[in-house]
């Protein structure tokens, strides 16, 4: 059902929502960027409308506000495990359609690949999505080409439009919050299209794994991990553990956001990688978001959100690296 | 009639009298070299009219136009309006046309900042700028150069003062992924102040020079910049033939508004202490300071500064360098 | 809900030394193991590894641990009576199975000889299980060699070749890789031999193509993936080749499957 | 498409990956900042129709051109093509219209030199050239410079070689008034080499710097220039994060060729020992000295150099500077 | 009587000449100019006919050739003293009007005031002078204001014209050399009009000495000398004693130039001077030039040659001055 | 013909000491000297300096030196039967004639006492000659003064007022400058007074100016000029003032010649 306010009302409204919820929005933060005097556009929990991004993609994406960058498993104290409490509230996220669609892999693989993943599954069942709409297509998005350009997995969409706000709530509590506006058919903005188009390589063989172009990408690649950072699907961490200086008897085990691009991520004890190699990391990657979770799971990882080629610092561009393995694979 | 022309008038007014007799050269300065490209074509039309047709780019920022004929001074200097007011360089109502009202307090050198350049802490060119409008017009012999980071791309070293941008990195351990990034940037680009300890990093306050690498390296954000921007303050760095030196830091950790004091504060010192005898009253400011003391010197510099309490002062500066004057 | 997480205390029953870098640890734990899977080992403050179960006794499990890297250094630290951080088994492990009635080859090459401890174990006690079972052992130097008391003990029941890279004059038994073995093989029925093979990338690499060029077909052959693995739970990421989880889906892979898993 | 760009090439190529997404700038450069007219024109028309309408002068003597969408890289590289003729750099025929061949070899640099100033002891705007197409294009980093005097306006202890020009003065006893003006002038602007004895002048030849100022001072021409032209090589200064220093005489009274010589030679030396980890092959001579000791320099750098009798060379340089990187 | 002859036939009789003749002549030092790569004209001995600089007025005159800047009066050996012996040969001295115009003021003050001097004259009674034409005016001379455009106190004439060589002898024993030529009739090429006009003050009072024309040019003077130097009419010397360094008991009394715009020129014993100021000094100067020599022998000191107006490094022209000062006395 | 140029060795005869720095040297010479003449006085390998006769003798004649510079510094280092090289005598001198019957006034400060010693003995031993003789002569101190025997002996036949400009406590001689005791000078007919004046330039400025006050005229003024000569012939340059050459012309000037010479 969809609703009209003023502004100035959802405003209002939600500055009370963001009592009973941890809202987790993209927010502007300024000249926290990688260069100096450059803003950075990533999620923080927010308490007015006015702090929420809503024109520009974030650089980083939701992800965080259902995964922390850094989440404590357990503490220790001598002999005793102690699991850390879930969160006590609700929680919104502010996403958009790429984003919900991410949502989809992430419960696949923290839900849906073996075992189901405590901690990411108390925070799920507690958390509802509020969709942000795209009136248009963002410069490096290519969500028409991997079908996530729409979404209905939205529990309220919330659009700002000049003076005016709308929402369409699907939750029913959500729904109870803003019924009291003006009744509006709302429906969301998608995007049909997008200025980067993206073939996905056809038939990939063994052959397409040894492709030249994995070493050429390879070669750029400076193996920061940002793609995998920004990424809304990528998943992995590394657990650490860590003993307080203050007793160095008790502790905490963690598990901490990994990219499969950095130094590392592959090493056993010993010191013996697996990949070592840049052009194997790149094609590990590539191939995961568009080809063998696929092949595991039914269907592309890859959401299209173009976050991994505004980030990287090599300007490699991942949907162009796409497209041309795609000609070669034709 | 034969020239007759006053020189170190013709040179305070930034003429070069060239080893060519009858020739001199039109030095143009461009304030932290931030240049309107319409300039380069104002410079194109003098060297092409007055001048031989080339023009000497400086390491100081400049042009020098080459060639140009004694005679034609006036001429050129009114042809000089239009650039002296495009790069913003303050002048006298009665100065119009007349070219530059001083020339001993050079350009006010910058590296090109973080308009641009990745590694920059802040934006040289306009505190460049800033400088040139507090301290132009002014004939004595002041060199100050602004540089976005420790790397000095712009040789604050050699100057009098030397402004390095420095940004006090911030750091949020709960967007750290361990990566290493930051600590290997610091080892390999800069001067090794970070390590991890138990996954999170560590920086060494005493040795960080605040160059930003870390938070250049940080894919995360765990590593930004803070919101105030800083700068660390060499000074008395020159070449020349006696006593070439590296300027040292002296301030670091300082603010914009106090060392822009402390350079105007600077200039009473000089006109106090200059030697009477400098030709031309140029006498470099690191041989007066050597001369009359450091002490003295802090007096008059830090008159009305006020400096954060996170700012870090030498209380004295020690110099070395190549002695060619004294030597065996 | 489960919190697969969450490690238990396990009491070191047995430590036995097998060189100076390398022991099998016996622990206490009650459950279902298979030979070829494996627990995740901690200690608190240092963190946690991937260990392959060498043996399996009733309340009891083993775990042959080489001293490398810092979790495991501090796990010889800990001695009978002292408690370890366990969660496990996790992974497939060897099915018993697939081999009962063939002829049997199994290669292995140093602590690659951990998680086929079992297997071994299991058809030298019951050599009939098999049409014949043979193990090829490879190790750096007679320093270096694992399992000592146990070579002794199958070669009593099955065909073993315990072979060493480089050994000091004098030594009298088996030198060279252990590739240098495979062709002199013999077998009833090339067509009903399986062939288990766990060890460092290269050999396992260098062992396939040997035993490739026998006409075995690689529906025949198998192997276990060491890799990096944090969680075991199919969630952490490490261990991914290709589609699969060497934490969920393996370790152990018939060859048919494993010879597209690329790094 | 979303950019897709080798930076590493593009960076190579002379261009600069800014701070600001999507946009590069274009760095020209100009050997020995000699520069004819024209190129201004031709830069201005770039940064006005690429660009962002503005250019930074660099202390190198190029322009950055700001604000250059990176898509429009190669339509502006064909636009550099005149601007690369007209200041002569090397170029091999498959490079036309592409820009830069290399960029890790930095401009040559040099004070505006004797084609105008009267202290300079040689034209450092030749000498750049003729370096710059002795070494270029190479994408080993080195930064040269040539200065007039040693005044050292082109700063160029703060670069791996610094060739400062020196005239060995020639003294004509039956020409000296004894007026003083050489003893004065060398003791003011100088290091005090002279002295007068018995009416005429006493040159301290171990002290004396070469730099000429007996000469312009001399009224009579009882002090001219020598017929060959010497220079200073000093090396491995640097400017950075870790350790900056000044450089260190290591030949004086040198000559051109074997200098150039020497320089091409420590390519050879920074091939073979260049460390492999260094970021895109970019490390400064002086810390691949520092660690492959200068013996081995020395070893490389001087094959087939047949120095003059008259050429002192040190035959060890010690270096110190500020150690930011190993400090307390 | 004018004799020519081809550009060789002068060549081969000058380098006859060169042997019986200690010749003076303008000469380009190349490279020895104040500044790198700069050349200098000034006089030297040469011996042949083309090393000499026709074209380009010299910058330093020919006066050396009379005066040397550098002339032992006597070596002393204990209590005796002895004169170094004069020019062995005659001498021939190349110059231009202005300069043998000089030549007469050189005279004036080395023997006709007061004492005659023993070096002066005995030099000049051994030396001829060669006239080098003006066939257009230099840039800064202004010799025709002065009236020494003109001279017939040559001994000979000599000009260079394409292949050929004129000469106009009216020495004695030049004509014999001469006169193998084939007779023409040569006349000196004289300028009649400068680039520069000079018009003297008229009339000079004591309120022309505090001028402040002086002090504006006094700030500007450097006190270098060049332009007394450069000076065909300044005659001023020093005396110097020196002690050989290898036996302090012997040595030699010197005469050296002299510059009245030079520190310690009016130094007395104990240190006082008594033109320290700058003005003064330059007020000296051009009152000699222009005033007082007139004032004691008749005529001007300042023949207009330009050269202390060319020489100058902080390009004070002379001639400017005194054109100034003559508006100021008008 | 004549070199100039070439001195003469002069023995020293007599060496009289006046104060620490000033001493006389009475030396051999033959010829005709007056008062207010110059002397080049050298020792080789040091130079020359223009010395004024202080004094003129049979065949002998008086330098009276202070010992500043490095020329006179060195003459004190030669004594009586020692030679040094002379030559002259140059310049004008004072010429008696002009000064006979007048009412003179003679003032001198310092060493320009020297050159007007011959014209003070003249009218002292001869004081008929003149209306009336004062001297007025200043000195730093009664240390510097010079010529002490003189003066006790002038004043027996001239008045003679000898100044000091600083005096210790309990002195009591005259104090003060010179310029003091001008205006209390008492003259028959101030037309028929003439006035000659030696010093430093500042001296005479001041004297002259005082001089003037009594409504004297410029015809009756004279002087002498000390100026930097290095040949005394006319040719150095040096001592040029105006169109004079103090060595030619001078160094005595009557003031309405001396008063146009600008420095």
């Known amino acids: 059902m969809g609703y009209k306010f003023s502004k100035e009302e959802m405003a209002s409204i939600f500055s009370k929502l963001a009592v009973d919820y941890d809202v987790f929005a993209p927010v502007v933060k300024k000249g926290d960027g990688t260069f100096s005097d450059v803003d950075v556009v990533r999620y923080d929990k927010v308490s007015s409308l006015d702090e929420i991004e809503f024109e520009k993609k974030s650089d980083y994406s939701f992800k965080e506000a259902l995964l922390p960058i850094n989440e404590t498993i357990f503490y220790f104290t001598e002999d005793e495990t102690t699991v850390p409490k879930g969160p006590a509230k609700e929680r919104l996220v502010f996403l958009r359609a790429c984003d919900l669609n991410a949502v989809k892999r992430l419960d696949q693989i923290y839900l849906k690949n073996g075992f189901e993943d405590f901690y990411y599954k108390r925070t799920r069942e507690m958390t509802k999505f509020v969709l942000i709409g795209c009136k248009e297509s963002c410069a490096s998005g290519f969500c028409a080409s991997m079908g996530t350009n729409t979404t209905d997995e939205y529990d309220l969409y919330l659009k700002l439009d000049g003076d005016n706000a709308y929402v369409e709530a699907k939750d029913e509590k959500l729904t109870e919050i803003f019924k009291a506006g003006k009744e509006e058919t709302v429906s969301p903005d998608f995007v049909s299209e997008n200025l980067i188009k993206v073939t996905l390589p056809k038939n990939i063989t063994p052959e397409t794994m040894k492709s030249e172009l994995f070493k050429e990408y390879g070669n750029r690649c400076i193996n920061c991990g940002r793609c995998n950072f920004v990424c809304p699907t990528c998943t992995c961490f590394t657990m650490q553990d860590i003993f307080y200086k203050d007793n160095e008897r008790n502790g905490e085990r963690r598990r901490v956001w990994a990219s499969c691009q950095v130094d590392g991520y592959t090493e056993i004890a010993g010191g013996h990688g697996f990949r070592g190699d840049n052009a194997d990391r790149m094609r590990f990657k590539v191939m995961h978001k568009i080809h063998d979770f696929e092949k595991r799971f039914g269907y592309h990882m890859c959401v299209g959100c173009g976050r991994c080629d505004d980030v990287c610092p090599e300007y490699i561009s991942y949907s162009n690296l796409v497209n041309r393995l795609g000609k070669e694979c034709e | 009639m034969s020239l007759d022309i006053n020189t170190k008038k013709a040179k305070k007014n930034a003429w070069r009298i060239t080893k060519e007799r009858g020739i001199g050269a039109s030095r143009i300065r461009v304030p932290g070299g931030y240049c309107d490209a319409e300039v380069l074509g104002m410079v194109q039309e003098i060297a092409q009219t007055y001048g031989n047709g080339y023009v000497h780019l400086t390491t100081r920022q400049g042009f020098e136009i080459e060639g140009i004929h004694l005679e034609d001074m006036e001429e050129v200097n009114k042809k000089l309006q239009p650039i002296i007011e495009k790069v913003g360089i303050n002048q006298k109502g009665e100065d119009k046309d007349k070219g530059y009202s001083a020339s001993g307090t050079r350009n006010v050198s910058a590296c090109i900042g973080n308009n641009v350049c990745p590694f920059a802490n802040y934006n040289t060119s306009n505190l460049a700028r800033r400088i040139d409008k507090e301290i132009f017009p002014n004939d004595l012999h002041f060199k100050v150069a602004c540089t976005g980071c420790s790397n000095d791309c712009a040789k604050v070293r050699m100057h009098d003062f030397g402004i390095i941008g420095q940004t006090m990195p911030q750091y949020d351990p709960m967007r750290c992924v361990s990566c290493n990034a930051c600590v290997k940037g610091c080892q390999s680009l800069s001067v090794g102040a970070l390590r991890m300890e138990n996954y999170k990093i560590v920086r060494d306050t005493e040795k960080c020079i605040g160059c930003g690498v870390c938070v250049t390296k940080c894919p995360t954000r765990a590593w930004t910049r803070s919101e105030k921007k800083y700068y660390k303050l060499t000074i008395m760095g020159r070449t020349g033939k006696k006593n070439p030196r590296l300027g040292k830091d002296w301030l670091i950790w300082a603010d914009e508004d106090n060392i822009v004091k402390i350079i105007k504060n600077t200039y009473e010192f000089v006109e106090e202490y200059i030697s009477p005898n400098a030709p031309a009253r140029k006498e470099h400011i690191g041989y007066i300071i050597d001369r009359v003391g450091f002490e003295k010197f802090k007096e008059y510099a830090l008159k009305d500064v006020e400096l954060m309490p996170e700012t870090i002062m030498n209380n004295t500066v020690y110099w070395d360098g190549i002695h060619f004057d004294n030597q065996h | ?263």
Chains 1, 5 share one sequence.
């Open chain 3, 1 to 263: 809900m489960k919190n697969e997480y969450i490690p238990q205390l396990s009491e070191i029953k047995e430590v036995i030394k097998h060189t100076d870098l390398e022991y099998t640890f016996r622990m206490a734990f009650d459950g279902e193991v298979k030979p070829g899977q494996f627990f995740e080992i901690s200690i608190p403050k240092y963190g946690e590894a991937p260990i392959s179960v060498s043996g399996i006794g009733d309340g009891l499990v083993d775990f042959t641990i080489r001293r490398v890297g810092k979790v495991t250094d501090e796990v010889f630290e800990n001695y009978v009576g002292d408690k370890l951080f366990i969660r496990g088994p996790y992974g497939n492990g060897f099915d018993i199975n697939n081999y009962k009635g063939k002829e049997i080859v199994i290669i292995g090459g140093g602590t690659g000889v951990s998680p086929m401890r079992g297997v071994i174990q299991h058809f030298s006690k019951n050599p009939t299980d098999a049409v014949s079972t043979t193990v090829i052992a490879g190790f750096k130097s007679p320093d270096d060699v694992l399992f000592k008391k146990d070579f002794e003990e199958w070669s009593k029941t099955i065909n073993v070749i315990k072979t060493v890279d480089n050994a000091p004059e004098g030594y009298d038994g088996p030198t060279g890789m252990v590739t240098k073995y495979i062709p002199d093989l013999k077998f009833q029925d090339i067509k009903n031999a399986v062939f288990i093979c766990v060890g460092p990338p290269i050999m396992i690499k260098f062992t396939i193509m040997e035993i490739q060029k026998l006409g075995v077909a690689d529906e025949q052959i198998w192997t276990s993936y060491e890799r990096k693995m944090c969680c075991g739970l199919g969630k952490c990421g490490h261990c991914k080749m290709d589609d699969k989880y060497v934490c969920l889906d393996g370790p152990v892979f018939n060859y048919t499957e494993a010879k597209e898993l690329f790094d």
